[in-house]
Nanobody, 124 residues
């Protein structure tokens, strides 16, 4: 599975960005996709995950109500709509894929496949 993330950039606090991740290569009918992020000097953390075949989603508490994950099956693309961004959201955001959806498991574990990150910088 190859993953290509895009859409990062510089935005002021309170602003919005939408990240995209296009998947190609081997695909699974029941797989999951998600977003993780890593801020300078910090460990990678889970942001959001979505099942490719159901409406199941799972979010980190820190982003609930502000970030929304969605998918377009026809385009093999997952999105992360980020609203009301805060300086603490500044990080490299990574798209990831897993062979099946595992919900809350991702709070403390990663996924099988990873793309290169895209930088999101939120200025105060």
């Amino acid at each position: 599975v190859q993953l290509q993330a895009s859409g990062g950039g510089l935005v002021q606090a309170g602003g919005s960005l939408r990240l995209s991740c296009a998947a190609s290569g081997r695909t699974f009918s029941s797989y999951a996709m998600g977003w993780f992020r890593q801020a300078p000097g910090k460990e990678r953390e889970f942001v959001a995950a979505i099942s490719w075949s159901t409406d199941d989603t799972y979010y980190a508490d820190s982003v609930k109500g502000r970030l929304t994950i969605s998918r377009d099956n026809a385009k093999n693309t997952v999105y992360l709509q980020m609203n009301n961004l805060k300086p603490d959201d500044t990080a490299v955001y990574y798209c990831a894929a897993d062979s099946y959806y595992r919900g809350s498991y991702y709070s403390s574990h990663g996924m099988e496949y990873w793309g290169k990150g895209t930088q999101v910088t939120v200025s105060s």
